[in-house]
């Protein structure tokens, strides 16, 4: 950035002018205005996020009883295994995910127990991680809907989705190298 400058002083003649900015006083916020703003942020969260946690939920309890994750978990091996390098049942996990993202650990404890090493690399792990954080979850979508619409929801999704994937294999043929 420094370089940037310098080129551009130099090619670009005449005086620089300094940065004129007014700056407004700055007042300790009182207890009431920050409870209500507080209040408010964390109202919407409670009335937008919390239902759409408990409806994706159920609805993957509700699949995982019915023996749907099984079929679903084969229909995803070719990104799950074949892009993200993770073992097969890591889509049950990502499905899992969808509904809240700390389920993705939650779950992988509950199907191969706390000595999560056995089940995956070191590698694998952190792309496990990588992926989870990056991939959008339906409280996500509720809130993206609210704020933007459906079509722009859909959008974001699918390109957050996307990025999440790209980013995902890119690490994991990275760490392949390293691991």
Not at 105 to 116: C, E, R
């Amino acid at each position: 950035m420094f370089i940037v400058v310098k080129v551009a002083v130099k090619a670009v003649p005449g005086e620089s002018t300094g940065l004129i900015m007014e700056m407004h006083s700055f007042k300790t916020p009182s207890f009431p205005i920050i409870a209500k703003q507080t209040w408010a942020r964390t109202k919407s969260l409670i009335y937008m996020v919390f239902p759409i946690y408990m409806v994706g939920s159920a609805l993957v309890q509700g699949a995982y009883a019915l023996d749907w994750l099984e079929p679903v978990n084969s229909a995803l091996s070719f990104l799950t295994v074949g892009w993200l390098g993770l073992p097969a049942i890591a889509g049950v996990l990502l499905i899992f995910g969808a509904a809240r993202k700390e389920l993705i650990l939650l779950m992988a404890v509950v199907i191969f127990g706390t000595n999560l090493a056995a089940a995956f690399t070191p590698a694998q792990l952190v792309v496990l991680a990588l992926f989870g954080m990056i991939y959008p979850c339906f409280a996500t979508f509720g809130v993206l809907t609210t704020e933007f619409g459906w079509k722009s929801a859909w959008a974001i999704i699918g390109a957050n989705l996307l990025v999440a994937i790209l980013i995902g294999g890119i690490a994991a043929r990275l760490l392949a190298l390293v691991f």
